[in-house]
């Protein structure tokens, strides 16, 4: 890259608002809570508390809901829907 190229770039980049902190600590404490269910389900760990709460909101099936409330095994599609696709939908959103 040239110079001239690298200065229009710093430039244009300083013209994006950035997020103010309450929105950065919002979206950091989100994350934290996301990779926290995310963990716990992998390792088949009983979730409580907000970790619990954060997995119940991105759960749509009843069932699967129940499990989670009574700390019952989840299967690997089940883990998958919640993980892989529901809580990075939720985190990108």
Excluded at 21 to 45: D, Q, S, Y
Excluded at 72 to 93: C, G, T
């Amino acid at each position: 890259m040239d110079e001239e190229y690298k200065k229009f770039l710093k430039m244009e980049l300083r013209r994006i608002p950035q997020p103010a902190t309450e929105e950065k600590a919002e979206r950091k404490k989100f994350a934290t809570l996301c990779g926290h269910v995310a963990r716990r389900l992998k390792n088949n760990e009983r979730l409580t508390g907000n970790v619990l709460d954060c997995a119940l909101s991105a759960v749509s099936d009843e069932k699967t809901a129940e499990k989670l409330r009574n700390g019952e095994l989840l299967d690997d599609y089940e883990k998958h829907l919640i993980v892989d696709v529901v809580l990075l939908h939720m985190r990108l959103a």
